[in-house]
Each structure stands twice: as C-alpha cells, then as structure tokens.
Nanobody
Framework: HVQLVESGGGSVQAGGSLRLSCPASGFINSVNCMGWFRQAPGKEREGVAAIAGDGITRYADSVKGRFTVSKDNAKNTLYLQMNSLKPEDTAMYHC????????????????????WGQGTQVTVS
C-alpha cells in the first residue's frame, strides 16, 4: 500500500521557519521523483519544490533561496526546509510521488505525480 503522510506544518510569524517531513511507504523509493505542492484557498495548486532520483532539484521562482527540498533515502523520507516565510506562503502543503515514472533523472517535472498525501497546513502571519 503506497502512502505519504506529511507533518511539520503550523502557524509562524513572517520571517520564521518550518520543516515539513513526508515519510513514504509502499512502492516509493529513492529513484522516484518526489515533490512538494501547495494550494491556498481560491488558488490553483502549484509546485513548490521537487527532487529527482539522482538528486536534481527544482524550485518555484517564488521560493528560490528560501526553501530547500531534500530526501533521506535510508529513511525514505522527503523534507522541505522553509526559511524566511512570508504570508503569501500560507497554504496547504502536500507531498507527492511520481511512481509511474520508474526512474526519475534530471530536472523533475511539475506534473504526472500519482500518489499524494493528505497535506499539512502552513499559516504565516
């Protein structure tokens, strides 16, 4: 059973930091693309950060220099370190895995992810 469960969200003041975690179970492993996406009320879901099986990362322009995506392959866990948070970062954050792409190398895509977590709320005031 493939499963993603996010944690680490919360309420912080502008300028603060949070670290999101997403342990993966089932048929998700180090070769898959994994990513973080967010959706604010009334807005479309957007890609925030993604990492390929070879470690190549990709970021939305709005978070470059502030957010860092990483993966602990031994723990099969995806992380998102968020620094210098802004009110516009407020959203529900979801992690996702692209399991249909068996080997993910190079710049990871923003689309095609087929396994999603329930999300963790991040609120910046």
């Amino acid at each position: 059973h493939v499963q993603l469960v996010e944690s680490g969200g919360g309420s912080v003041q502008a300028g603060g930091s949070l670290r999101l975690s997403c342990p993966a179970s089932g048929f998700i492993n180090s070769v898959n693309c994994m990513g973080w996406f967010r959706q604010a009320p009334g807005k479309e879901r957007e890609g925030v950060a993604a990492i390929a099986g070879d470690g190549i990362t990709r970021y939305a322009d709005s978070v470059k220099g502030r957010f860092t995506v990483s993966k602990d392959n031994a723990k099969n866990t995806l992380y998102l370190q968020m620094n210098s948070l802004k009110p516009e970062d407020t959203a529900m954050y979801h992690c996702a895995a692209y399991t249909r792409l068996r080997l993910c190398r190079g710049v990871p895509p923003w689309s095609g992810y087929d396994v999603w977590g329930q999300g963790t709320q991040v609120t910046v005031s």
